[in-house]
C-alpha cells in the first residue's frame, strides 16, 4: 500500500465544505474529503472536483488512511451535536499529536469543551471561524483560528494560503487565541454583520419613504456610497442588488417577502454582551428587528388600525441623502466600538489576549464586513494597542463630532415619516449615554436602595464604600448583601 498522500482532509461537503476544498486544491495542498451521505463524495470528485487532485473516501477509516502524519482532519458540519458525534467517529483512528479542525459556526463554549477534551486524549483542536461566504470559501475568506496553540504551525501554511489578502498581500487570517478564541472573534464578526445589514436596511427604507426614490435610484445612491467612506462588501451588493429585475422588469427586491431569518451567532453575541455586562445594544436591535419582521400576518393588521403620520415626500433631495448616509456611517462605528468593547471584556474573562488591530485586518478582507473602515479601526489601534474604545480615537471621535447634527436630522426624519430605525436610534442614544459624564442611574441606584435596601455609593466618598438610606424610617438597618451595578 502507498504511504498517505492527503495534506489535508475535510468533512462536510455542503457549499462551504465544496468551495475550501477547491480552494485548498488551488493552492497545491492534496485533499481528501468524506461525507455522512457518501453518494455526495463522489457526485462531488465527479463534477466539481473533476480533473482536481482531491481524493474520495468511502469510509472514515479510509479517510484518515489518506492523510499524512500529523493527520490534519477539517470538519465544515452543522454546529451543535453534528461536531461532537463526526469528532466521536473520527478519534479512534486518529493518534497523539494529529488536529481536528471545526470550521464551522459553532459557539464558542463547545470549542472551550472540546479544544479541552481532546487534548486529554493527545489531539490538538482547532476551532475557527470562516467567513466570507460560497464566495469567500472558495477565492479567499476571513479565517479565525483559535483552539490548542500547539496546533497553530501545522495549519498556519495551508489557511494563510487560501485565505484573502490585503493589498500589501498580509493574510486575512492570523492566530487568534486559545480554547474558543477564533469561534468568539467569529460570532461578534457575525453579530457585526447583523448590524451592518440592519443598519443598511433602515437607510434603504428611509430613503424609499421619505423620498420616494425608485430602485433603480437607490442602486445609484449606493453606487456612490460605496466610492466614498462607506466603501463594503454590503453597500456593493445593496447596489447590485437594487439593479436586478424580475421577469416581468420590475425590480426583484420589491417581491421579495419582509421576514429575515437567522441562524442564532447575533443572538449568541447578544446573550454574551448580556452575560459580560457590555452595552452592545446595535447589535441587540438587529436581532429583535429580524424577530419583529417575523411577525407579518399580524404586522399586516396592525398596520390597518394603528396610524403613523402622514408627511409629504421631501423635496431637499441631497441633504435628505447626505443625512441618511452619515446616520449610517456614524451607527456604524456605535456598533464597532460596541462589538469591540464586547471583545475586549470577553478576553479578561477568558485570558485571552487578542490583538485588536489584527482582528480588525482578518476582517479587512474575504469576509461579509469587509471595508474600508476596518483599515481605520486597525490604524487606531496601532496608534494605541490599549485604546479603551475606539470612540476615544481621533479619527472616530472627530467624525462622529462632524456628523453629528446630521446624524440626529437623519434620525429626526425616521420619527417624521414613522419609519422604524431602531439601529440608527438606539446608536444614537448610545453615543450620547456613553458622553454624558453624569447618567440618571443616581436616581435608580436610590430607588433600588429604596425598596430593595440595596445600598449606593456616594461622590463624596471614595469609590467602593457603600451607604443605605432608611427612607420611609419604617425600614430596618440591615442592608442587602448583594450590589452589582
Known amino acids: 500500500m ?26 497545491g495542498y492534496k485533499v481528501a474529503v468524506f461525507n455522512r451521505t457518501v453518494s455526495k463524495v463522489d457526485d462531488f470528485v465527479n463534477n466539481e472536483a473533476k480533473g482536481t487532485e482531491v481524493v474520495g473516501a468511502h469510509s472514515i477509516e479510509e479517510f484518515v488512511g489518506l492523510l499524512k502524519s500529523p493527520r490534519r482532519v477539517m470538519l465544515m458540519v452543522k ?41 486529554d486524549k493527545g489531539i490538538l483542536f482547532v476551532g475557527t471561524g470562516v467567513s466570507g461566504g460560497e464566495e469567500g470559501a472558495r477565492k479567499g475568506p476571513s479565517i479565525m483560528p483559535g483552539g490548542n496553540p500547539a496546533a497553530w504551525p501545522h495549519v498556519k501554511g495551508i489557511f ?22 477564533g469561534h468568539y472573534v467569529k460570532m461578534v464578526h457575525n453579530g457585526i454583520e447583523y448590524g451592518d445589514m440592519q443598519l443598511i436596511c433602515e437607510a434603504y427604507q428611509l430613503l424609499k419613504d421619505g423620498l420616494g426614490v425608485s430602485a433603480d435610484e437607490l442602486h445609484e445612491i449606493f453606487s456612490e456610497w460605496n466610492k466614498g467612506e462607506l466603501d463594503s462588501y454590503l453597500i456593493e451588493i445593496s447596489s447590485e442588488i437594487f439593479a436586478l429585475k424580475d421577469e416581468d422588469g420590475s425590480p426583484l427586491v420589491d417581491k421579495i417577502l419582509d421576514t429575515a431569518g437567522q441562524k442564532g451567532t447575533g443572538k449568541w453575541t447578544c446573550v454574551s ?116 474604545n475606539l470612540l476615544l480615537d481621533d479619527f472616530f471621535s472627530n467624525l462622529l463630532n462632524e456628523y453629528q447634527t446630521s446624524w440626529r436630522r437623519g434620525v429626526i426624519r425616521a420619527v417624521e415619516y414613522g419609519v422604524p430605525t431602531p439601529a440608527f436610534s438606539t446608536a444614537l442614544a448610545f453615543y450620547d449615554g456613553f458622553r454624558t459624564a453624569r447618567l440618571p442611574a443616581n436616581l435608580l441606584q436610590a430607588q433600588r436602595d429604596y425598596f430593595g435596601a440595596h445600598t449606593y455609593e456616594r461622590v463624596d466618598k471614595p469609590r467602593g464604600e457603600f451607604f443605605h438610606t432608611n427612607w420611609t424610617g419604617r425600614g430596618g438597618r440591615v442592608s442587602s448583601t448583594t450590589y452589582n451595578v
Not at 455542503?14 to 488551488?26: R, T
Not at 451543535?80 to 483512528?93: F, N
Not at 494563510?160 to 500589501?168: G, L, M, N, R, T
Request: net charge negative.
Open 79 to 119: 454546529a451543535g451535536d453534528t461536531v461532537d458525534h463526526m469528532i466521536d467517529a473520527v478519534v479512534p483512528h486518529l493518534e497523539a499529536g494529529d488536529i481536528v479542525i471545526d470550521g464551522g459556526n459553532s459557539l464558542f463554549t463547545d470549542s472551550n469543551r472540546r479544544t479541552k477534551a481532546l487534548a
Open 273 to 388: 454582551a448580556l452575560d459580560t455586562g457590555m452595552p452592545v445594544t446595535l447589535i441587540g436591535e438587529a436581532v429583535f428587528s429580524r424577530c419583529l419582521s417575523a411577525l407579518k400576518d399580524t404586522r399586516v393588521k396592525a398596520a390597518g388600525v394603528l396610524h403613523g403620520p402622514t408627511k409629504k415626500l421631501a423635496t431637499d433631495r441631497a441633504e435628505f441623502i447626505e443625512d441618511v448616509r452619515r446616520a449610517l456611517f456614524c451607527s456604524k462605528i456605535i456598533s464597532y466600538a460596541q462589538g469591540y468593547m464586547l471583545l475586549r471584556e470577553a478576553a479578561k474573562e477568558h485570558g485571552w489576549t487578542l490583538n485588536f488591530g489584527g482582528i480588525a485586518l482578518m476582517w479587512r478582507g474575504g469576509c461579509i464586513i469587509r471595508s474600508r473602515f476596518l483599515g481605520k479601526i486597525k490604524e487606531a489601534f496601532d496608534k494605541n494597542a490599549n485604546l479603551d
Open 160 to 181: 494563510q494560503a487560501i485565505s484573502a489578502k490585503v493589498d500589501d498581500g498580509t493574510p486575512c487570517c492570523d492566530w487568534v487565541g486559545e480554547n474558543g478564541a
Open 2 to 27: 502507498s504511504a498517505p498522500a492527503c495534506d489535508i482532509g475535510l468533512i462536510g461537503l455542503a457549499v462551504m465544505g465544496q468551495n475550501l476544498v477547491l480552494n485548498m486544491n488551488d493552492h
